[in-house]
C-alpha cells in the first residue's frame, strides 16, 4: 500500500545532521521510504491512503543499539549497597553483580525471561524506539545463553520492532569455571559460537574488556572464532580501566566499542580508521557516578561517528528511556542536541550494521519513523524522559503505543 505522510517537518538526519524539509511530504510503498522532500516538488502520486501528521517533526525512528534488556530479577538492592559505597567491583568480587543476575537468568524459563524483557522493551517503544539491540551474557553456558538468545528472536516477532541479537557469551566467568578463563574462552570458541550461530540465533559477538572481565588476548581469541563464522564484532571497552581494548577491536573492523571512558587518543584514531562507532552510554556512567568523561573533542576530531545507547541492564544502567540518554548525553557528555540525536538514530544503526537501511530518512530506507509534537528537535533531547505526544510509524505502518 502506498502511504503519502504530509503537513510535517522532517529532521532527515542523513549523514547524522538535522537536514530539516519543512513542510515535507513522505511517500512510503512496501514498508519503504519511496519519496521524500518538500511538499512543494511532489509530482502527483497515487497513494491509497493520505495522512495528514499536523505538523508534527519527523524523525527516524530511534536505534538503541546497546542493550541488556533480557535477565532475570534485578539488583535495586545492590543499588542500595553503592549508595552506602560499596563499589561495583566490591560487590562483583563478593559474588553479586553481573554473577547474580546469571543465578536469576538460569533459575527463569524462557516464558518468564519473555514476559519481564516485553515489558521493558515496551517501555523503550513508547520512547519511539523501532529497532534494538539485544545481548545474551546472563546465561553463560551454552543452553542459558541459547534461551536468551531466543527470547530476543521472539520479542522480534511478537512486538512491532526489529531486534539485533547480539552473544555475548564472554560478559563475565561463570562459577563452574572459576579460575579458568581460558578454558571458558575455548568453551566460547569450540562448542558455544558455533552452535548458537549454527541456531540462526546470533547477528553479532561481543565480550567485555576489562580486568573483571576478560583480557584483550582472550578477546582476540573470541574475535578470530567469530571472524571465522562470518559474524560482525562489538566490544564493551575501557569502562573502568584502559586496556585498549577499542583499538583491538578496530583491528577487528568491529561494528562499535562501547562504553570508552578511559579511551586514549590513539584508540580514536584508530576506530576512525576501521569505522567502527563509539557507543557512549551515559545511562552507565551515571549510574556508576562514574567521574572519567569519554574524550568528546579527540572522538570529534578524528572524525568517529558517536552513538547512544541505554545500555539498559540490571546492574548499571536500569535505564527504561532512551530519550532519557539523549539528555544525558548533551548533559554529562557535552554533545549537542543534534550529535545526540544521530547517535540514535545514523550512527546506532551503523553500530548494529544496518546503515545501508534504517537510521536516516531517505528514499530507498526502512520506512521508520516517528511524528513527534514537538516544537524544535532539539526538543527530544530536552524533556526528561516522559511520554512525548507522537504517532509511530514500523516499515509505513503506524503502530499504537
Ligand atoms: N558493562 C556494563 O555496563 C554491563 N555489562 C558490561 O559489560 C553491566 C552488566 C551488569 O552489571 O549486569
Ligand atoms: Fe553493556
Not at 520512547?127 to 546465561?139: I, P
Request: net charge negative.
Amino acid at each position: 500500500m502506498r502511504t503519502l505522510w504530509q503537513h510535517c517537518h522532517a529532521a532527515t538526519m542523513v549523514d547524522g545532521r538535522y537536514a530539516i524539509i519543512e513542510d515535507a511530504a513522505i511517500v512510503t510503498c512496501a514498508g519503504l521510504i519511496e519519496w521524500i522532500g518538500p511538499r512543494s516538488e511532489l509530482r502527483p502520486v497515487e497513494a491509497e491512503r493520505t495522512v495528514d501528521l499536523g505538523y508534527a517533526w519527523v524523525t527516524p525512528g530511534l536505534i538503541d543499539c546497546h542493550t541488556h534488556a533480557v535477565f532475570g530479577g534485578n539488583r535495586s538492592g545492590e543499588f542500595e549497597q553503592r549508595l552506602q559505597g560499596v563499589s561495583y567491583a566490591e560487590i562483583a568480587a563478593q559474588g553479586g553483580g553481573i554473577a547474580s543476575t546469571v543465578r536469576a537468568t538460569r533459575a527463569a524459563s524462557e516464558d518468564e525471561l519473555f514476559a519481564s524483557a516485553r515489558q521493558r522493551v515496551q517501555a523503550l517503544m513508547r520512547d519511539g524506539v523501532t529497532t534494538l539491540e539485544v545481548k545474551s551474557g546472563y546465561g553463560l553456558d551454552l543452553a542459558n545463553e541459547r534461551k536468551m538468545l531466543r527470547v530476543a528472536r521472539r520479542l522480534a516477532d511478537e512486538l512491532p520492532l526489529s531486534v539485533r541479537a547480539t552473544c555475548l557469551a564472554a560478559h563475565a566467568l561463570p562459577p563452574e569455571y572459576a579460575g579458568r578463563a581460558d578454558d571458558y574462552i575455548t568453551h566460547i570458541c569450540d562448542e558455544m559460537l558455533p552452535a548458537l550461530a549454527a541456531e540462526g540465533l546470533v547477528d553479532a559477538v561481543d565480550a567485555f574488556c576489562e580486568h573483571l572481565a576478560f583480557s584483550p588476548a582472550q578477546v582476540e581469541r573470541v574475535f578470530i572464532k567469530a571472524h571465522e563464522l562470518g559474524l560482525p564484532v562489538k566490544l564493551h571497552a575501557e569502562q573502568l580501566s584502559s586496556l585498549h581494548g577499542s583499538s583491538l577491536a578496530a583491528r577487528y573492523q568491529a561494528l562499535s566499542a562501547d562504553h570508552l571512558e578511559f579511551m586514549t587518543e590513539e584508540d580514536a584514531i584508530a576506530m576512525a580508521a576501521a569505522g567502527t562507532v563509539a557507543v557512549l552510554l551515559p545511562g552507565a556512567f551515571y549510574f556508576l557516578r562514574e567521574t572519567e568523561l569519554p574524550p568528546m573533542e579527540a572522538l570529534r576530531r578524528h572524525g568517529v561517528n558517536i552513538a547512544l545507547a541505554s545500555d539498559l541492564n540490571p546492574g548499571t544502567s536500569p535505564g527504561l528511556s532512551l530519550r532519557l540518554m539523549l539528555n544525558m548525553g548533551c548533559t554529562l557528555f557535552r554533545m549537542t542536541p543534534e550529535e545526540a540525536l544521530a547517535g540514535v538514530t545514523t550512527h546506532a544503526a551503523t553500530a548494529l550494521g544496518l546503515g545501508d537501511s534504517h537510521g536516516s530518512l531517505e528514499a530507498g530506507k526502512v520506512a521508520d519513523f516517528v511524528a513527534w509534537h514537538i516544537e524544535r528537535p532539539a526538543d527530544l533531547a530536552y524533556w526528561l524522559g516522559g511520554d512525548l505526544p507522537k504517532r509511530v510509524v514500523r516499515r509505513g505502518h503506524e503502530i499504537s503505543n
